[in-house]
């Protein structure tokens, strides 16, 4: 059956306008969180003038400040200046560090990386696999036990957690390294060359200090995968089960498959889109959500200077650690439907 060259030429620009699409759509949603951000900072309380010359300054010095900020011009000519110096890497200085914003968060943001990305890997495979085993033994024991502790790991505040596990595992028993990335004995015995711990230690050659950093990483880790295999474990699950009554189930049933071959040859495929997105939804939450996290841990990463921001009402430096989240936000959601798209027959 010929294809007719108008239909062929349609198809052939599919792809074109989907990429268009997504880059349009890219654009907007960047443009959109840009705006959003100077919005936060235009019309925010704290005069930013008053942090960097002080209350008893004279109100020339104040003017001249204000003037040099370009805080007297109009909010769209501030908005240009803004998207200016963006494109060229300029955040401003953050008053709290006396150094670029830019520069800060280069420092931090591979702290937070390092442990959301060790995170995400524990809890999505441990959520995948007792995901796929409740689905499969559905209303045992099993189940019920595993949906009673994912359901706890919704429940249970996460600052409260990390003291606790601190207070049991690190203070009492002794099991972990405490707060912090690295004891002070390797703390500055140790070349910073990529900013992440384990390949830093690695690459010192110091096994002892290797192990310390791994034991630093223990705890924060394991709160942040338990809050993330809660939520995949029961996606998983009630993924698994909408798949378990179709067709081709019923299927593959009559051929004699057993239940954990269906559940991984057939069924796991072709959940497979509702995974990435349930993972990259965990992944971007936890680079959000990291700030009591890194808090309770002494974690130097992004959410303990965000919150170190905060408390010292350094909005320039709120306002960049936002944007650069918010970006990791958008660029990893789009970077899963682009994943699910290339997966998917059905989707494309």
């Known amino acids: ?17 989907a990429l268009f699409q997504g880059l349009l759509t890219l654009s907007l949603t960047l443009f959109g969180l840009l705006l959003v951000t100077f919005s936060l900072s235009a019309f925010s309380p704290v005069d930013r003038v008053l942090q960097i010359v002080g209350d008893h300054a004279s109100q020339s010095t104040y003017d001249q400040v204000r003037h040099q900020l370009g805080l007297d011009q109009p909010l769209p000519v501030q908005f240009w200046h803004y998207l200016t110096r963006l494109a060229h890497g300029d955040l401003g200085t953050a008053s709290a560090t006396g150094q670029p914003v830019m520069q800060d968060l280069l420092a931090a943001f591979p702290a937070t990386l390092e442990l959301a990305t060790l995170a995400l890997i524990v809890g999505s495979v441990l959520g995948i696999i007792a995901g796929v085993l409740c689905a499969r033994f559905k209303g045992s024991p099993w189940d019920l036990a595993v949906r009673t502790f994912t359901l706890l790991g919704n429940s249970v505040p996460i600052f409260w957690l990390g003291l606790l596990m601190l207070a049991l595992f690190y203070a009492r028993l002794q099991w972990s390294a405490g707060p912090g990335r690295l004891d002070d004995i390797y703390q500055y015995t140790v070349t910073p060359r990529t900013g992440f711990a384990l390949i830093d230690t690695w690459l010192s050659g110091d096994s002892a200090a290797f192990k310390n950093a791994i034991s ?21 699950r009630s993924a698994c089960l909408g798949e378990m009554n179709k067709e081709y189930i019923l299927l593959a049933r009559a051929k004699g498959a057993g239940e954990m071959t269906i559940l991984l040859r057939h069924v796991l495929p072709n959940i497979r889109g509702t995974l990435l ?14 700030v009591l996290t890194e808090t309770v841990f002494s974690w130097p990463g992004i959410g303990r200077y965000l919150t170190t921001a905060l408390f010292a009402g350094d909005t320039t ?19 899963t439907d682009l994943l699910v798209r290339l997966t998917d027959p059905r989707v494309r």
Do not use: D, Q, W
Not at 220 to 234: D, E, G, K, N, Q
Not at 319 to 332: D, E, N, P, R, Y
């Open 317 to 335: 430096a709120i306002m960049g650690g936002t944007l650069v989240i918010g970006v990791c936000f958008v660029l990893i959601n789009n970077l």
């Open 277 to 290: 997105t349930v993972i990259a939804l965990a992944y971007t939450s936890m680079l959000e959500g990291a």
């Open 1 to 17: 059956m010929s294809v007719s060259p108008n239909r062929a030429e349609r198809r052939a620009k599919l792809p074109l306008l």
């Open 216 to 236: 630093h990483l223990l705890l924060p880790v394991l709160l942040l995968a338990y809050y993330s295999l809660a939520s995949i474990t029961r996606l998983t």
